[in-house]
């Protein structure tokens, strides 16, 4: 099962890591990631985020990198969810999950989606700060998190 969303919704975490390994007994590892909305950023306290995007392009992007993903690791199952919209401090903004017979396919694939999400995505992400409102930029730290994969 490959599952791409969306959605402004926030997600129950055991009921989808349940969803991508029901009824196959060939899955012997779920690796996820759950990122969440921090407090501050920069140094700046971070009152909400709103987070944009275009809808359709978004999705086939996340569906690219998921196809991508599947090429290099044999996965049993994939599933992206990011949330779009106002968002608070601790609310949930993303899941990847990944699916294999062993953990380290699990693992790797995981980390790679979530390095292609984190900087090739089209979102866009404004905090809400003491200061005013300002627009997220990808980290450098990403960045290089991308890298080892362009150089794998």
């Keep these: 099962m490959n599952d791409v969303r969306v959605q402004s919704e926030d ?3 055991s009921a989808e890591v349940a969803a991508l390994r029901a009824g196959n007994p060939r899955v012997g590892a779920v690796v996820s990631f ?5 407090d501050m950023n920069e140094g700046d ?3 909400a985020m709103e987070l944009e995007h275009y809808p359709g ?6 569906r690219d990198v998921v196809a991508r ?3 290099r690791w044999p996965l049993l199952g994939a599933l992206v969810i990011h949330r779009v919209g106002p968002l608070r401090p601790m609310d949930q903004i993303v899941l990847v ?3 294999a017979a062993h953990r380290g396919e699990a693992f790797a694939a995981c980390e790679y989606i979530i390095d292609y999400l984190k900087t090739e995505a089209p979102f866009w992400k404004k905090e809400q700060t003491p200061a ?3 627009w997220v930029d990808a980290r450098v730290t990403d960045e290089t998190a991308l890298k080892k994969w362009t150089a794998a």
């Design 34 to 38: 759950v990122g969440t909305v921090r």
């Design 69 to 71: 993903a599947e090429l």
């Design 11 to 13: 997600f129950d975490l």
């Design 45 to 47: 306290q971070v009152a």
């Design 57 to 62: 392009m978004t999705e086939q992007a996340l």
């Design 97 to 99: 999950a990944c699916a």
């Design 132 to 134: 005013g409102a300002r």
